[in-house]
């Protein structure tokens, strides 16, 4: 677990567990995915697979630009709506 990301709006973690090597296979698989939370909504999303691809995808790019803490926000408010459950502390 790595926090990636916070600002006043958001925070990213990024999770990354890794899996077992097998016989047929060189390197160990991965498993992991980034947890998103908005901190005004008091949401948050996990997202792993081609979605979370897609987010470091778009992260990675938008880095290449120096983006202000504003356009970092904005990036990850476009995931907000998929946001459903309800943050908890534990």
């Not at 097998?22 to 697979?49: M, N, P, Q």
């Amino acid at each position: 677990m790595q926090m990636l990301y916070n600002s006043d709006n958001f925070v990213v973690v990024e999770f990354d567990v890794p899996g077992e090597t097998t016989a047929h296979l060189e390197t160990a698989l991965s498993r992991g995915g980034y947890e998103i939370v908005d901190k005004f909504a008091r949401k948050e999303i996990f997202i792993e697979g081609a979605m979370a691809e897609s987010f470091k995808l778009g992260v990675e790019a938008l880095i290449q630009t120096s983006p202000s803490e504003e356009e970092m926000d904005d990036y990850i408010e476009r995931y907000t709506s998929l946001m459903q459950h309800p943050l908890v502390m534990h």
